[in-house]
């Protein structure tokens, strides 16, 4: 065959197999057998074996798999992906959305969806073509999952339509109830343990390193969130519409998986609906998502560090299993805070066997009434983590012992202490606790902190056993050769883990003041006292009152903040730390330092479309220069950055409020003095 014309018949065959693809996965309604499929795809597998260089690379032959991954490269999210706030009452969904409406003032139109019960995913287009298909992660970073998605039918390799030039869609793997039934009929035959519930199958799934085995566990996709630049509409339901016609698996209307509504009755009215109907699906959802519609409107509800204040799931009622307690232990954690942990006679609960489950604290023990070979109801909160939440009093037998909660901690025997006001127990041995050392060595080294490459938990306690570390700055000195000593390793992991620390000395002050593991002091809190006080020195000297006037720093984080520098053997370590060349100030380079910060003090709001800049890069120059970027206006705000298409809302509330509206060749002209 001439070039040419395989080139043609390349392109005609992977057109053609891509709507093949479309109308059986998403569409449900085939117009071929799957014989017919597998032999238009086996002569396109031909064609590109025999003319390698017309493979295109989005070819509907990468759905059969076949590339091995030996390590997901971390992607660092464009967006981040955070997760929803979760409610477990429709008291707390009336709540949202009387809190929605009162922030807003106005009548909300709300879209209601189900909770998809599988992995997230974030799947990014660029001319139509699939790119890159990153998981959650920690909501910063996630792993490069591509050639693995690349294997599932309803996920489009190619779309069709008037798509944006560039954008991300964000969804939900799941593994079907059939392929979790057809996978586990396939262990058992083959006497291989089965899978235990089709979420962690589908996690697992997509993390395999062989994207062949991927292809054939028969993943599916539902999309259900767009982000980008140039989004078609200006709703979340109108987006999905769009996306739907491009050839994405988005909820369906006609079958009731997604809804509009202006109401509270119409919300409770679809939970209704599904909390009746979810067993019926051919997958498993736990909940329903509640969204703000309109854009504008969820930009002015804006975000907590967690997740957006515009949207919330509410979790179905959890089953329930009955068994046998046979004892308490307690775990000491990071901070030191004591979690009493049930011991139970072993349960299957939604599909997982439960021997363990959490009992907070002292209160709740007492509120139960809790006795040793009590029989208790259990059920895992959000359908994750079990927790003991009832017992049957009527069932408690004679031989029953009353729980003594513990007084000294059951790791290094210090005295407990409980703080007025506070729900859990501490051991104040922070220093001497083994846990408490580990657990902050782990935290130290995990990616949102000192992101150290090689290190796990694993090794952080061979290490501090053997006793080559006995806190983070332990890190900075540790010896090679020692550490080749131990068990399980070897040069290349010696190698991998002295670099991982050397590198470690790059990281940005704001990231280190987190890691060093003050209590209270999350990523975002460590970020706002390192822009406000630039270095260690500065936040150890600091006041009392000086602690409180940083923008939302409370009482608590102050006192915490002063109590960490109080403490001697923390000084020493913060000493070390930078003796060892990590970053303990804000540097900036010389660019930077000589800048005029002419937004220092102000409160920015950015609002509509821009062309000189992306709103990302809007608002790191609004930081850059001094500025502070707020989601929604109110009487504080000094001014609007306004673009093209704002909403008729916010021009309504900026004009009621008086707030400045600034165009962008106005701000352009306002930073240039910097």
């Known amino acids: 065959m001439e070039k040419a014309v395989a080139q043609k018949k390349?392109?005609?065959?992977?057109?053609?197999?891509?709507?093949?693809n479309h109308l059986y996965y998403v569409l449900s309604s085939p117009l071929i057998s799957d014989f017919q499929f597998d032999t238009m795809l086996k002569e396109l597998q031909d064609l590109e074996d025999q003319f390698p260089e017309f493979l295109l690379s989005n070819s509907p032959s990468k759905r059969v798999g076949g590339a091995v991954t030996k390590e997901f490269t971390s992607v660092k999210h464009k967006y981040r992906m955070l997760s929803l706030g979760n409610s477990y009452s429709k008291e707390d969904l009336i709540d949202f959305e009387t809190r929605i409406r009162k922030l807003l003032e106005e009548e909300v139109e709300y879209v209601c969806e189900l909770k998809y019960d599988g992995v997230a995913i974030g799947l990014r287009y660029v001319?139509?073509?699939?790119?890159?298909?990153?998981?959650?992660?920690?909501?910063?970073?996630?792993?490069?999952?591509?050639?693995?998605?690349?294997t599932i039918g309803s996920v489009p390799l190619e779309l069709k339509g008037d798509y944006p030039k560039e954008f991300e869609i964000r969804g939900e793997i799941f593994m079907p109830l059939k392929a979790f039934e057809k996978l586990n009929k396939e262990k058992a035959k083959a006497g291989e343990p089965l899978m235990a519930n089709p979420r962690n199958t589908a996690s697992g799934t997509i993390k395999m390193q062989s994207s062949k085995i991927v292809a054939?566990?028969?993943?599916?996709?539902?999309?259900?969130?767009?982000?980008?630049?140039?989004?078609p509409t200006d709703t979340h339901f109108g987006n999905l519409e769009k996306a739907g016609e491009w050839g994405f698996k988005v909820p369906n209307v006609s079958d009731r998986m997604i809804e509009k509504t202006n109401s509270i009755e119409g919300i409770l009215d679809f939970i209704n609906f599904w909390d009746d109907k979810r067993k019926d699906l051919p997958f498993e959802v736990d909940g329903v998502v509640i969204k703000v519609n309109r854009h504008d409107r969820q930009q002015r509800l804006g975000f907590t560090s967690k997740s957006p204040r515009w949207a919330i799931s509410y979790k179905f009622e959890t089953e329930q299993a009955v068994t046998s307690l046979n004892s308490v232990s307690y775990q000491v954690g990071r901070t030191g805070a004591l979690t009493p942990v049930a011991n139970l006679e072993?349960?299957?609960?939604?599909?997982?066997?439960?021997?363990?489950?959490?009992?907070?604290?002292?209160?709740?023990?007492?509120?139960?009434?809790?006795?040793?070979?009590?029989?208790?109801?259990?059920?895992?909160?959000?359908?994750?983590?079990?927790?003991?939440?009832?017992?049957?009093?009527?069932?408690?037998?004679?031989?029953?012992?009353?729980?003594?909660?513990?007084?000294?901690?059951?790791?290094?025997?210090?005295?407990?202490?409980?703080?007025?006001?506070?729900?859990?127990?501490?051991?104040?041995?922070?220093n001497g606790c083994p846990p408490q050392i580990t657990g902050k060595i782990e935290h130290f080294i995990s990616r949102k902190a000192m992101n150290i490459d090689g290190l796990g938990g694993e090794t952080v306690e061979q290490f501090f056993k053997a006793g080559l570390i006995n806190n983070i700055a332990d890190l900075y000195s540790l010896d090679p050769l020692k550490m080749i000593s131990l068990d399980r390793m070897a040069d290349k992991s010696v190698n991998k883990i002295i670099k991982g620390v050397r590198e470690s000395l790059s990281i940005p002050f704001e990231q280190v003041l987190f890691a060093i593991g003050i209590r209270f002091?999350?990523?975002?809190v460590a970020k706002t006292l390192a822009k406000y006080f630039k270095n260690i020195q500065n936040i150890k000297n600091a006041t009392l009152e000086e602690l409180i006037n940083v923008d939302e720093i409370g009482d608590k984080i102050a006192e915490s903040v002063q109590e960490f520098f109080i403490d001697d053997k923390n000084l020493e370590i913060v000493n070390r730390l930078t003796e060892a060349g990590v970053q303990m100030a804000i540097i900036e380079t010389e660019e930077e330092a000589n800048l005029v910060k002419v937004l220092e003090g102000k409160s920015i709001v950015v609002s509509g479309v821009f062309y000189q800049f992306s709103r990302d890069e809007l608002k790191k120059t609004i930081e850059k220069y001094g500025g502070k970027n707020v989601g929604s206006i109110s009487k504080k705000t000094t001014f609007i950055v306004a673009g093209d298409k704002m909403g008729p809302s916010k021009l309504e509330k900026a004009a009621k409020?008086?707030?400045?509206?600034?165009?962008?060749?106005?701000?352009?002209?306002?930073?240039?003095e910097g």
């Open 10 to 20: 390349i392109e005609e065959l992977s057109k053609e197999l891509h709507e093949h």
């Open 127 to 150: 001319d139509g073509k699939l790119i890159q298909a990153v998981t959650r992660g920690d909501g910063t970073s996630g792993d490069d999952v591509t050639t693995n998605v690349q």
């Open 216 to 231: 054939k566990r028969g993943l599916d996709c539902y999309l259900y969130y767009m982000l980008g630049e140039e989004l």
């Open 346 to 430: 072993p349960v299957s609960l939604l599909g997982t066997t439960v021997k363990r489950a959490s009992l907070h604290n002292k209160d709740q023990i007492e509120k139960l009434d809790l006795y040793i070979k009590d029989q208790v109801f259990v059920e895992k909160g959000g359908e994750i983590i079990p927790k003991v939440v009832g017992v049957n009093k009527s069932a408690r037998p004679d031989s029953a012992i009353k729980i003594d909660y513990i007084t000294e901690c059951p790791e290094c025997e210090t005295e407990l202490v409980r703080k007025e006001g506070e729900a859990n127990h501490y051991c104040p041995n922070e």
């Open 521 to 524: 002091v999350g990523s975002t």
């Open 657 to 672: 409020l008086g707030v400045q509206l600034v165009s962008e060749e106005e701000f352009i002209a306002m930073i240039s």
